[in-house]
């Protein structure tokens, strides 16, 4: 009687769960493949930067401090060829003027059309036209809504690209094109149930995500207990006077041996997504905390430390090779610009850029990100490891990784071309690299660093799962089929 019981919860879980959301499942493991190739359009920085005009010294006039005092954060850049600074001040991003002190306005549609006019190097009007002004995000600029309000330009070329300005700091955020858009739309919009405007309510959203990857979970592991027990290697079963290892006929029989073969992978990447969520916060997450960033800079950033004649010294040690935006950084109390082209001391302007800090300065950082922590190890990494890695190769090298004794088990990467924390590592967020990046994406180190074989692994898998759901889809419309014609009335 107990067994009985236990197969039909498993086989009632199995059935219902998988008619409620077998598409879906299906369209995660489609998307999937695409997204191994094509994300959510993104702006690059570097191609951001490069449309920018390069810095002009002699035009900055005005001290950040007579304009910002309270600033915590400033860049210098430029707008329609003015230098600008850009400052976050108690939290609230501003541009101001660096030639005239004058706070930028909210940029109206026609100066928004100029600015994206600039940027993309037309110069024909009709080659531009205003498409709208957002108040909240569209499809494709979530990643980007702490920018809103924005205008969107559209631009009459072959790539049917848009731009989004900011109405706020005058800046180019997005760029799409009508490629970026239809294969983020076919790969991350479905694969994130990402439609704007149930992305809007993102409470509702990321519970979404989180409750029916659970269904899907135990949707699969009760199917895949079900598939065991009915499995026979002995050739109980007879279909058609024939023996035969499964009960089931036709598409029922694929879909039996597919989650035999496929069902721990289908699995694996359920919970895994489940945990990309991050549910109920078990994870501390890799982002430095604030005391650790102060123990890097020694105290917070200060306007007031800055001269406009050091300022511009600084700037001029660049060179011919003016930068066309640059951060101003504190770094274990003194001061530093950062650019591509490298980095500047405010204390030394005259030995010009260095591509790095030294290293001493880099270890003295590292003890006073956590003092009073006895460091059990330190490592100069000139190649990517299991935490700090990037396929494309974009994340810096090298950087200073130390192990601390904390009850944490603290692992800190410092980046001598940013003179910061780059990536904090702790034993959850270590575990949780595992469980979700590992399972998800299959990026071990054995095998994510080995094309093709990472690409056939896993749309091998990824097919596989493709048909573990498309078999259960027309015997699914039949059952359901049948259950409403038996609730119809009975002649």
Known sequence: MRHHRVARTLVYSHRWLGIAGGVLIFIWFASGIVMMYARMPVLESPDR??????????????APESVAPDATRLTISTLSGRPVYRVVAAGTPRT?????????AAVSADRAVDIARDFAGAGDTAALRYDT?????????????????????????????????????????????????????????????????????????????????????????AGMLWGIWRYSPSRRYRLKRQPHRSPYAGLMQWHHYAGLIFGVTTITWLFSGLLS????????????????????SHGPFRTGDIQLATLKHAVAAYGSDAPREIDVVRFRGRYFLRAPAGIVSFDAPFRGPDDSLHADEM??????????????????????????YDRDGRLSLPVLRVRYSDPQQTWLYLDPRRGAIVRKEERLSRINRWIYHGLHSFDFPFL?????????????LSLGGMVLSATTMLPAWRRVRRRVRAMGPRP
């Open 49 to 62: 930067i490069a449309r920018l005009s390069p810095l002009n010294v002699s035009a900055l006039r005005v």
């Open 96 to 104: 101001i003027f660096a030639d005239t002190g004058e706070t930028l």
């Open 133 to 221: 002004r957002l108040d909240d995000a569209d499809q494709w600029t979530f990643g980007v809504r702490g920018q809103m309000p924005m205008h969107r330009i559209a631009l009459a070329d072959a790539d049917d690209a848009r731009l989004y300005v900011s109405e706020r700091s005058g800046e180019v955020v997005m760029k799409t094109t009508a490629s970026g858009r239809r294969w983020g739309f076919l790969g991350a919009v479905l694969h994130w149930i990402y439609f704007a405007p149930f992305r809007r309510n993102a409470t509702l959203w990321a519970q979404t995500i989180i409750w029916t990857s659970i269904a899907g979970v135990v949707l699969s592991v």
């Open 277 to 296: 969520m991050e549910p109920w916060d078990w994870t501390p997450g890799t982002a430095p905390t604030r005391e650790q960033r102060d123990g890097v």
């Open 363 to 388: 270890l003295g950082a590292a003890r006073e990100a956590m003092p009073g922590v006895a460091i059990d190890g330190v490592f100069w990494m000139d190649q990517y490891d299991s935490y700090y």
């Open 448 to 460: 994510y660093y080995h094309r093709p074989l990472w690409d056939i692994v896993v749309i091998a």
